[in-house]
Every structure is written in C-alpha cells, then in structure tokens.
C-alpha cells in the first residue's frame, strides 16, 4: 500500500486543454479502466436547473470603497464548500476548517492573473495538524487536511476552533508567472481562526492591513446550505479611522454564509453594509472546486518511485492499484499490466 501522491499541477498547455475537455468527461473510463481526470463525487444540487443556478451563484466579486483607498473581495462560495465535502468525506468540523481555508484561498488568489498561483500550507500542533490548499486566477480552489476524520475528544460545541489548530504556522507561497521563483511569506499561528490568521499574515508579511470574514452555514442536519467570505484591504492612502470603522463592521456583519443561504446578492450585501463608502465593483469571476491532476500525472509520479518499492507493489499488489490525489481526493487505478509495463520501461533487463 502506498500512501496518496501529491499531484503538481501540468503544464500551461495541459492545463488548458484540460479545461476545454472537462466539461463532459469527468468519471469517464478509458482503455485500462484508469479513471482520466478529477472526479467529482456529487455535484450540488439534484436537478440540472440546481447545478446550474448554484453554479452561476459561486463568484467572486472584486470592489473598491472609498474611490480606491480599501480594496475589497466578496465570494459565495457554497457549490464549492459541498463539492469539497462530497469528495474528501469531510463531517461538519472537517468541512468548516476546510472550508474556511478554501474561501480564504479563493479571495486571496481574487487579485491574481493569467497562470499565477497561490498555495497556503498550515502546521500546527493541535488535532488539525495540518492543511494545504491552492488557488488559482481562474478560481480554482483544490486542497485537503492532513487528518481526516480530525481526531476530537468530545463533540464541537461551538465554531472556535483554535483548540483544535493549537500552535503552529502559516505559509503563504505565490507562483506569479512573472517571477523566476516563487515567493513564501510564513508567519506564526497566532488565532487558531483562518479568518483572523489570514488577516496577520497580510499585515506582518505583506504590510497591508486587512479583515477577513469567513462563513459556513449548515442546516439542522448538518447539510451546508451557504458558504461565503469577505476580504477588506486597506491601501496605503486609507486613513487610520476608515481602516479601523471597515474593520469594526466587518466584525459586527450578519453570517455571510445564512445570508448567502437564501440566495443573497453579494453585490446589494456590500452596497446595504458598505453604501456609506461608494462602494464601485471591478469585475467578477466563477469559483470552483477543481483540480487538474489525471492519470498520466499519477503514472509519472509511480514512474519515479524507488524501484525497490515499485517491485514490492508488482509482487504484492492488490491490483488494480489505488493512488488517490491529495487534493481532490480522486482514486486512480492501475491494473497489474499498467504497472508491469512501468516497470519494465524502467528497468528492461529486470
Ligand atoms: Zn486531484
């Protein structure tokens, strides 16, 4: 048994073929029965009209209050918050720490462009232990936790998670296409909250104050009925006081994901909260559960194992071979013929 592989995203050309063939395709079976590229377990919603009008309403939506002095990014995120849920198996206090950071990681990457990404990786010392989650400029978000289930003593009585996350770090890495290397800021986990973590990190690492507002709403059952996330930034011409009043009532705001439940307007929300400040909207974008990872990847990834262990798989098997994408959590199979022939490419004279 081998553990789960990370999976790199491919290549800029990949990467957009992928996106054109995916629409159609995911859980399709190829020659082999090697499953081709993520799937996805349960797109949310039960009817067609469902999924296309829960996907219509996750975006992001990108403003500016005060003629440009905060920047601002607000995101319904609830197809998303599901679809990471249905694939990782995830309960309510997985979902929640999970999909903090997936709503966090979607308005961060708001600003990126072209093939640029960000990847935010958490340690700590607490049963969380830890999480990795990527976003990209198309909206894209893909990550898992380090646990799962996270292991507790005694039910969640309430939504502070810091017990859970105890000491640790946060690191922040950028992937801008424009750079040579890639740029990591880390910093310590002061909150054990992502929301008022994320907001450290722009501030001790980025020297840009800001507030975040995360929120997961879930339903008597446990069901996830909304999702959303609000990120204010002041730019260096804020004065001191708005920066301080934005921050004040972002704090006191109404739970963006019951909002957000109903099916709210993130637009008429951000006009009825911030309308004082003139809010102006730049543009908006789809968000999205996704990862690239498909079976070529896997197989180059098993292509590189000592052989030691990729002898140790032929010899014992089970068969078909199950790798799963850390990310999405997608199982890829190998039957015993697809690893021989791996074997054999590698090594033709044993
Ligand atoms: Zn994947």
Redesign the pocket.
């Known amino acids: 048994m081998i553990p789960a592989l990370l999976?790199d995203p491919p290549a800029d050309g990949q990467h957009r073929f992928q996106r054109r063939m995916r629409s159609g395709d995911t859980g399709k079976k190829t020659t082999g029965g090697i499953l081709d590229t993520?799937k996805k377990k349960r797109r949310y919603g039960d009817s067609l009209k469902e999924q296309l009008l829960a996907s219509a309403r996750d975006r992001l939506h990108r403003f500016i209050l005060a003629g440009g002095a905060i920047r601002g990014a607000i995101v319904n995120g609830t197809r998303m918050v599901n679809e990471m849920r249905e694939n990782h198996d995830l309960g309510i206090l997985e979902t929640l720490v999970l999909g903090r950071a997936y709503l966090g990681a979607g308005l961060m990457a708001g600003d990126l462009k072209g093939d640029d990404r960000i990847s935010i990786r958490i340690e700590c010392s607490g049963p969380i232990k830890g999480l990795t989650v990527e976003a990209n400029a198309f909206g894209e978000v893909?990550g898992f936790l380090d646990r799962v289930p996270i292991p507790i003593e005694k039910p969640v009585e309430n939504f502070d998670l810091s017990p859970f996350f105890g000491a640790g770090f946060l690191s922040v890495t950028r992937y801008l296409q424009n750079s040579k290397q890639p740029f990591t800021g880390r910093v310590i986990l002061k909150y054990g909250n992502i929301a008022q973590d994320f907001a450290y990190y722009y501030f001790t690492s980025e020297q840009i104050p800001a507030a975040f507002n995360l929120s997961i709403k879930f339903d008597r059952k446990g069901a996830v009925t909304g999702a959303g996330g609000l990120m204010l930034q002041a730019m260096p011409d804020a004065d001191d006081a708005t920066a301080a009043d934005l921050e004040d009532r972002l704090a006191r705001l109404p739970s963006l994901g019951n909002i957000l439940s109903d099916p709210g307007d993130p637009q008429a929300f951000i006009q009825d909260h911030f309308g004082t400040y003139a809010p102006r909207f730049l543009g908006n974008h789809r968000v999205e559960f996704m990862?690239?990872?498909n079976a070529q990847g896997l197989r180059n990834l098993i292509t590189l194992l000592p052989i030691d262990e990729l002898k140790d798989i032929l010899e014992k098997g089970p068969f078909p071979l199950e790798i799963r994408?850390h990310?999405?959590n997608?199982p890829y199979r190998f039957s015993e013929t697809a690893i021989r022939r791996i074997y054999g490419k590698r090594y033709p004279h044993n």
């Open positions: 999976v993520m893909r990862c690239h990872c994408c990310f999405c997608t």
